[in-house]
């Protein structure tokens, strides 16, 4: 459950072609890692949209019968491509595919989503200065695509059981 003293943090990547697209966060103003003063989310939300912040179209799918696929994630720490959900830092996950039926209209559009929305009961602590978002598809969509990230975050003096409790979730592999 979030506490009242929350705030909101935002971004959005728009996807380049292939490429990881990635944004970090900087939380530096808010914490003090080295003190136990950190940044921890409560929730955390990912949206898909066209690059023109309307809804995804068959246009950006492309012409006739095709499929496309795109991954979001946010984590903890800087990453340089998608990871796998036994990486300590992901916080939160969220997948999209779409597909055009041979005759261009769209008949498929799915979100799994793994971790999103995410809630904690707890927060995910952030125990960097940054919470970094990154995005990525296998086959280039013929229309970039907007994806959106928001979190509801507070920050918290960790008390000497939640900084075990840290410790033993980031060597739990």
């Given at each position: 459950m979030a506490k009242g003293d929350t705030f909101f943090l935002r971004t959005t990547l728009t996807s380049s072609g292939t490429n990881?697209?990635?944004?970090?966060?900087?939380?530096?103003?808010?914490?003090?890692?080295?003190?136990?003063?950190?940044?921890v989310v409560d929730r955390a939300f990912?949206?898909?949209?066209?690059?023109g912040q309307g809804a995804i179209v068959p246009a950006d799918i492309g012409t006739g019968?095709?499929?496309?696929q795109m991954g979001a994630q946010c984590a903890s720490e800087k990453q340089t491509s998608l990871v796998e959900m036994s990486d300590n830092s992901l916080f939160a996950r969220s997948n999209i595919y779409a597909a055009n039926s041979a005759t261009g209209v769209m008949d498929t559009m799915v979100q799994t989503d793994a971790l999103?929305?995410?809630?904690?009961?707890?927060?995910f602590i952030i125990p960097t200065s940054q919470i970094h978002c990154g995005i990525a598809t296998g086959s280039a969509w013929a229309g970039e695509l907007d994806v959106g990230f928001l979190f509801e975050v507070h920050t918290e003096k960790l008390s000497l059981q939640r900084i075990q409790e840290l410790l033993v979730s980031l060597t739990a592999n």
């Open positions: 990881y697209v990635s944004a970090n966060i900087d939380i530096d103003p808010y914490v003090d890692p080295a003190r136990g003063r950190v940044m990912i949206t898909y949209s066209t690059d019968a095709v499929s496309k999103n929305p995410t809630t904690y009961v707890s927060g």
